[in-house]
């Protein structure tokens, strides 16, 4: 048996809904999780982690790979659609190693502390940023002292005060990639051009207001494109990758560093395209060029809805007028174009709804994704919902963007699911799709996927073997894994997000430049 300091478990993302199929969603590296494998070997300790989600165990392979090491700490990521696959872990965990230490992160564990430390398998929750955090809990010092952690004392959960954000990313290593099975990821469908391809982060945090968004209100903060672009090279020598994804939740929003990287890009002709989310108002002529320019050959963009007050319900009020534009201008360049639209949201109705469908059909992407508005936890839209009683489900195995899970006064359940299977089906029964689809094809991978496509939205059904997935993850309820009843016990005044403690510097340069200026705040939905 190996024995090793830290182990890192990424949990498989299952989807209850049985015609899933694994190609729409992909399997990129867990960037987050990676960060701070990277960071905690730089401190000097040995590390393991286990991709559930892309190795595809189910429990018996997985108890089997924990029997062959012994860690001291297990750090496990939870998603609001991961919670419960991620609870079971912890159980499994302190079944085989009972003297281990079970921390768990990421943005459900931070906007739900004492729900994960009513699971008594789970020993400490760290909030925000996990890099120092968990490096500091592995390396043994007191959790008392340890900033962003929640504990248990009792049947109390102590939540210290929040951690320190990371505002200079460049001191981070580059996320350890070496840990993790790099030739087994693959991208999730019609993002891609070329294969293998991966996702990076050059920015984090956000500083929009989105009421649905668990970015909101974070602190931004850039690693410099120089160091970017050398990691980009670094993972052309080393895995071949010729794609990139940024994940960033707003890519152009640090104008400056932006257009540096595409120059970089530019100049150094590595022979890697990329594609990335920007905001419309964070986007004009100069930034599109250059993104061409620079290899990014598909950009993002965040269009939710077609009705004017339900963009100011949600806090996205982004001037139409702007969207449309952004969109031509990235089509005049060249750049494919992809949109996200939410349906269901605060203030929704039937008519709204279909002033989105419509708008999505005029906007004319290449790719349009719908999804049904989601309130996750930690959310400004969660908050709201919870409190005036129209959540129909805490269980967070249906957080998954594709039903709907508040009673709205204004919208049924049932009428936003139909406009849900309304705007695909319109959308994507176009004629011009199916032909914009076949001229996209450059190789083997994408006539798979297409093929796939239109069985999964067209017919809804799931063919092929990469359909196959593991539903004894999340064959349990979340009521399963509440066995120690919980008060909170804050020190200080009271629970707050490490994101919401700093914001400062690049958000002000942010705001500042003429073509990334911020929608104003409007008042809260309802
Ligand atoms: C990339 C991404 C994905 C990728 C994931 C690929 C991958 N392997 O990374 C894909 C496309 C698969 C995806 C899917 C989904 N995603 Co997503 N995704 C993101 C995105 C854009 C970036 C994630 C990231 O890399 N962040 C950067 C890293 C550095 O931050 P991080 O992961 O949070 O990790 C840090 C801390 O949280 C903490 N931490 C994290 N884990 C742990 C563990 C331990 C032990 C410790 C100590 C600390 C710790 O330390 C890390 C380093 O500082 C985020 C938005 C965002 N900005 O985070 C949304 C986001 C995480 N996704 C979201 C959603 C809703 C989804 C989906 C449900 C959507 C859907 N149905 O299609 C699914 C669910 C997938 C799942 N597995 O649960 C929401 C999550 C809301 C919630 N409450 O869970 C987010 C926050 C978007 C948003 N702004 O609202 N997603
Ligand atoms: S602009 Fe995008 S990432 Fe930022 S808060 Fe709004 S939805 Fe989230």
Redesign the pocket.
């Known amino acids: 048996m190996e024995k090793v300091d830290a182990l890192?478990i990424?949990?498989p993302?299952i989807s209850k809904d049985e015609n899933i199929w694994h190609g729409i969603?992909?399997?990129?590296?867990?960037?987050?999780?990676l960060?701070?494998a990277a960071y905690a070997e730089q401190q000097g300790l040995s590390v393991r982690v286990f991709d559930l989600?892309v190795e595809r165990w189910g429990i018996a392979e997985f108890r089997e790979a924990l029997r062959r090491i012994l860690p001291s700490y297990v750090?496990?990521?939870?998603?609001?659609?991961?919670a419960l696959a991620g609870n079971r872990i912890a159980r499994i965990v302190k079944e085989v190693h009972p003297g281990c230490t079970v921390?768990?992160?990421?943005?459900?564990?931070?906007?739900m502390p004492s729900e994960c430390l009513s699971n008594s398998a789970i020993d400490l929750v760290?909030r925000?940023?996990?890099?120092k955090?968990?490096a500091r809990?592995a390396s043994g010092q007191s959790v008392e002292n340890i900033a962003g952690v929640s504990y248990r004392i009792g049947n109390e959960a102590a939540h210290n005060p929040p951690a320190e954000v990371?505002t200079n990313l460049d001191e981070l290593p580059m996320p350890a990639y070496h840990l993790v099975p790099m030739r087994k990821y693959y991208p999730?469908i019609g993002a891609y051009r070329r294969l293998p391809a991966i996702?990076m982060?050059m920015t984090?945090?956000?500083p929009g207001k989105c009421t649905?968004?668990?970015?909101a209100n974070t602190t931004l903060r850039t690693r410099s494109a120089e160091l970017v672009v050398e990691e980009i090279a670094h993972l052309r020598r080393t895995y071949g990758i010729r794609e990139i994804q940024f994940?960033d939740?707003t890519f152009t929003v640090v104008r400056k560093n932006a257009l540096r990287f595409c120059r970089l890009m530019k100049e150094r002709q590595l022979g890697v395209s990329w594609t990335a989310f920007v905001r419309t108002d964070c986007f004009d002529k100069q930034m599109a060029l250059a993104l061409k320019e620079g290899g990014c050959h598909q950009v993002m963009f965040g269009v939710e809805s077609g009705d004017d007050q339900i963009l100011a319900n949600i806090k996205k009020p982004i001037d139409r007028e702007k969207t449309y534009q952004a969109i031509e201008t990235a089509k005049k360049v060249g750049l494919e174009v992809r949109t996200t639209f939410m349906l269901g949201s605060p203030g929704e109705t039937v008519e709204s709804m279909q002033r989105t469908i419509d708008c999505a059909l005029q906007l004319d992407p290449d790719l349009a994704i719908f999804?049904i508005t989601?309130p996750?936890?930690?959310?400004e839209m969660f908050a709201w919902a919870k409190h005036n009683g129209y959540l129909n489900t805490e269980d967070w195995g249906d957080?998954?963007?594709?039903g709907a899970i508040m009673n709205l006064p204004t919208v049924t359940p049932q009428q936003v699911n139909e406009a849900y299977t309304r705007a695909h089906k319109v959308f994507y029964g176009r004629p011009i799709m199916f032909w914009r689809r076949l001229k996209r094809i450059r190789n083997i991978s994408h006539i798979v996927d297409n093929i796939h496509a239109f069985f999964y939205i067209i017919l809804r059904r799931k063919i092929g073997k990469r359909g196959f997935f593991r539903r004894e993850w999340i064959e349990c309820r979340q009521e399963d894994f509440r066995d120690v009843p919980l008060q909170d016990h804050v020190w200080g005044n009271k629970l707050i997000r490490t994101c919401d403690i700093q914001r400062r510097g690049l958000q002000q340069e942010a705001a500042s430049e003429p073509t990334t200026e911020l929608a104003l705040p409007v008042p809260a939905p309802g």
């Open positions: 890192l990424n949990p993302w969603k992909g399997a990129m590296p867990p960037l987050g999780l960060s701070i989600h750090g496990i990521s939870f998603m609001t659609a991961t921390v768990v992160g990421g943005v459900h564990a931070e906007a760290a925000g940023d996990g890099e955090t968990f809990i990371i999730a996702n982060l984090r945090g956000c649905f968004c668990n970015s994940y939740d999804n989601t996750y936890p930690g959310t957080y998954e963007l594709s």
